[in-house]
């Protein structure tokens, strides 16, 4: 399924330029929930230039381990962290309010305790930080995302925009 998720031909579905750049610029540190192969870290290193980081927390340790020799074959290993977390905890405490931009795409459904999510990712922002979360219409309901957007409310977090983006739900939420 990784290597499905990581295809270019998803480019013309979801072009992570266009979905992404609006929200991120050179130098920023950049959190990324969920990477897999890396179908948005790889332009997310891109956008952030040399001076900027991206750290990629994932549970499965054969998607962050592809991830780090997809980065190395586009010149990016400098720029991508990857970080292995455990299933109840990102255990992101070194990035407490660091993080300028955080990406949650296709990933907060599979989280068994939203809160402790939220928590962490909030945590991790700096003050008006942005996250983005995006869940796929085919796996979540209207409903549930919305109870999903209320938990991230409820950690310090007001939403800012709903991006439309292909296939999905979408909103841009702000640290406050």
Do not use: W
Not at 24 to 39: A, K, Q, R, S, V
Not at 65 to 76: G, P
Request: neutral net charge.
């Amino acid at each position: 399924m990784g290597y499905l998720l990581a295809s270019p031909l998803r480019r013309l579905y979801h072009h992570p330029e266009n979905m992404l750049g609006p929200y991120i610029t050179p130098g920023m540190n950049i959190l990324e929930i969920g990477p897999g192969m890396g179908f948005f870290s790889l332009p997310m290193a891109r956008l952030v230039g040399a001076h900027g980081r991206v750290t990629c927390v994932d549970l499965q340790e054969k998607m962050l381990r592809s991830l780090e020799r997809r980065a190395l074959k586009h010149h990016l290993s400098e720029r991508i962290v990857v970080h292995r977390c455990s299933e109840s905890s990102l255990q992101i405490e070194n990035l407490e309010g660091t993080i300028d931009f955080a990406l949650a795409f296709a990933v907060v459904h599979e989280v068994p305790n939203q809160e402790t999510l939220f928590l962490e990712i909030g945590r991790s922002l700096r003050h008006d930080g942005l996250l983005l979360v995006a869940e796929p219409r085919g796996h979540v309901t209207d409903e549930n995302f919305d109870k999903t957007i209320a938990i991230a409310r409820q950690k310090s977090m007001v939403v800012v925009d709903s991006p439309n983006i292909n296939g999905s739900h979408s909103s841009l939420l702000k640290k406050i």
